[in-house]
């Protein structure tokens, strides 16, 4: 209750105490969500304590505040929780972490840490223009050193490739292909990480796609502002919202539906644009709005997808990323992948614990490799022959723990249709 951040109850510090208490007692009374993540497994312990003795009102706001700050935001809660609306209990523990985190961000201010991490346009159009130094300095020891020191990224981490090309670079010197007779025609919501980081992703989006005779749009657009809701800056996320749909809704209206390549943003458009924005163009994207082997499975439901593949993939070893699994859309990136003859996927349904910002952090770096272990061990373990993820960050994870680079279930697809991921044009 309360999770409307127009509501002033929303930023109300003692409301927002009586709630995290309310529904701590009711997630000690359930459990179920026990070993889910460190944010429960934290608050549990904190309960069980003798001087707590499960009373969710003796826990102090120093115990609220780990437990907030502990929560990454993978959302798998929600889906698990058999008190979330309509039930009376009303239980919303995500949005009720992100409503803990920006009310404290109000008060206390945001750290440089959050402010920088939440400027991923900034730094990623910086990352691009500078690409080669960049790149090295992401490598090199001493600036690793002088990195954790100064924003609190752990030296370990492994971090982005800057491309020396982003996509949207790429994309505006391509010729768009019409739509076939079925008049098919999206918008490539191609996200941050993808365009500054990993554009080769988004350009196996556009040739798949087209292969299937779908017209291929990219109107201007932003970071979805995870990273900032992350930070607990609710005005920043709500202004890129604003701008993405000022952005992308005059298309929609005109029949385009909206694909993208990363889980985190397609959930930011399904669920958080109309939460935060309560706008009917918001709404109208949401339900628009499509993970891109979500859309490709609805094409080959329709009888139009290409299945004329021209070689086999192999072992796949695939781990489903938190975000997509909280759109309970199912397996559709596998479902995809097994359309190729000569492929078997084994599907992990493990989280990589790498969640938009939190994993990147000096305070929780290690904890994070703790959480992804039973990922990374059973990636090790199938040796397969090629390992994949739809989240751009959960494959840095898979990256940092394996030695082994995933790819995006797209990029299979092209490879299966034998389109080659090195023509610039």
């Known amino acids: 209750m309360g999770l409307d951040p127009d509501n002033k109850l929303f930023w109300d510090e003692s409301a927002v105490e009586s709630e995290l208490k309310r529904v701590s007692d009711i997630c000690n009374g ?47 809660c929600f889906n698990h929780c058999p008190y979330t609306p309509p039930h009376r209990w009303e239980v919303d523990f995500p949005r009720l972490m992100l409503r803990a985190k920006a009310v404290q961000t109000r008060r206390d201010g945001q750290t440089f840490q959050d402010r920088f991490l939440g400027q991923v346009d900034v730094v990623g159009r910086l990352g691009n223009l500078f690409a080669p130094v960049m790149n090295w300095l992401n490598r090199n020891p001493v600036n690793r050193r002088l990195m954790e020191k100064a924003i609190g990224i752990h030296r370990g981490r492994i971090l982005p490739h800057y491309a020396s ?20 025609k999206v918008l490539l919501f191609y ?40 930070g607990g800056d609710i005005k ?12 992308l809704y005059p298309w ?25 924005l309560k706008s009917d163009s918001a709404k109208t994207m949401a339900a628009k709005a499509f993970d891109i082997c979500e859309y490709l499975m609805a094409l080959h439901g329709e009888g139009k997808l290409d299945t004329h593949f021209s070689r086999g993939a192999g072992k796949i070893a695939y781990q489903v990323p938190c975000h ?12 995809l992948m097994q359309l190729i003859p000569d492929t078997t996927v084994q ?19 290690e904890l994070s490799l703790k959480v992804a272990e039973p990922l990374l061990n059973g990636i090790r373990e199938v040796a397969a022959d090629f390992t994949v993820s739809d989240c751009s960050l959960a494959a840095l994870q898979i990256q940092q723990g394996t030695g082994i680079k995933p790819l995006h279930p797209v990029q299979v697809l092209a490879m299966a249709y034998g389109l080659n991921e090195g023509d610039k044009s």
């Open 30 to 76: 359930c459990r179920r969500c026990f070993n889910l993540c460190p944010s429960f497994n934290d608050l549990f312990t904190r309960l069980d304590r003798d001087e707590v003795d499960g009373d969710a009102e003796k826990l102090t706001r120093a115990d609220l505040k780990s437990v907030t700050d502990l929560c990454y935001q993978c959302k798998l």
């Open 165 to 184: 090309q982003t996509f949207r670079q790429w994309f505006d010197r391509h010729a768009v292909g019409k739509s076939s007779e079925a008049g098919k």
């Open 191 to 230: 996200t941050c990480s993808v365009n500054y980081n990993e554009p080769e992703i988004a350009k196996a989006c556009v040739r798949v796609l087209e292969r299937n005779g779908v017209e291929v749009r990219c109107p201007e657009q932003r970071c979805c502002g995870m990273p900032f809701l992350d």
């Open 236 to 247: 920043a996320t709500k202004d890129n919202a604003e701008a993405n749909v000022a952005s």
């Open 252 to 276: 929609v209206a005109k029949g385009y539906d909206i694909v993208v390549p990363g889980p985190t943003c397609s959930y930011m458009l399904k669920q958080e644009y109309p939460w935060l």
């Open 324 to 335: 997509l699994r909280a759109q309970n859309i199912g397996f559709k990136s596998r479902d």
């Open 347 to 365: 599907t992990f349904e493990k989280c990589a614990a790498i969640d938009g910002t939190w994993g990147l952090k000096q305070s929780y770096f």
